[in-house]
């Protein structure tokens, strides 16, 4: 009899160590869930705040004589920068491409708060038909020219041909730079046909063939010609449209020139 009830009682103990055992990894269980619960809806509010950040900081470089910094702010400043994730850089570069001295600009976000931008002006070379500027590449460009503040010369000619005389203001200023002269004006007419004013004031007129010769045949005969010209005259223009010669116009020394 005493042996029956030491079972019962073993076995009562089992059923409540089993009974408290079940619950007990039941609330373990409801625990962890509730933490990783908790823990995503905190890593959820704190990327959502993120997200939401606006660009604090805008970093503008980059090779910018012309163009400033305040340009570019007034060109991005309807592009909205509330929200870092949504800034579209492809916007912000179109918009400061846009504008009249750059030449070339890239843009990229710089985590967590940060927006760089890097431009490189347009380099001018000349002046273009009174309103417009040529750039090394030999394209034109209109850009406010009150920003320039180093001498340029002049370029006329018909639209389409700013290649062409760029690269013939180039080939033939090295040739004049050994008589130590330069082009200060380079007409280009409609048939082709060129015209130069130098820096001391000489016109010459070199007609559609044969430029670089006639450059060279000047250069050699030009300090005869200056040394043979007479009393309170000085040279006007030249015309080198001849095969093997050329004829030379004067004019009158000024009064600044007399002195």
Known sequence: ?????????????????????FWFGVSFFVLVILSLCYMGWLMSERLSAQESAPVTSV???????YTTRLDIEKAIETINLGNFFNVDVNKVQQHVADLPWVYSVSVRKQWPNELKIYVVDQEPVAFWNGDF?????????????????????AFYGPEGSEQTALE???????????????????????????????????????????RVQRIQRFIDVYPQIKKNAEQKQQV????????????????????????
């Open 133 to 153: 500027l040529i750039n090394t590449q030999g394209v034109a460009f209109q850009a406010d020219t009150s920003r320039v503040v180093k001498h340029l010369p």
């Open 168 to 210: 013939n203001y180039t080939n033939l200023s090295e040739i004049l730079a050994f008589g130590e002269l330069g082009i200060d004006e380079l007409m280009l007419s409609e048939r082709y046909s060129w015209q130069l004013t130098l820096n001391d004031g000489v016109s010459l007129n070199l007609g559609r063939e044969n």
């Open 59 to 65: 970093e503008i470089m980059g090779e910018m004589p």
């Open 236 to 259: 006007d223009y030249v015309d080198l449209r001849y095969d093997t010669g050329l004829s030379v116009g004067w004019k009158p020394l000024t009064e600044k020139e007399r002195v």
């Open 1 to 21: 009899m005493a042996t029956k009830q030491k079972k019962a009682t073993s076995q009562s103990n089992n059923v409540e160590q089993l009974h408290w055992g």
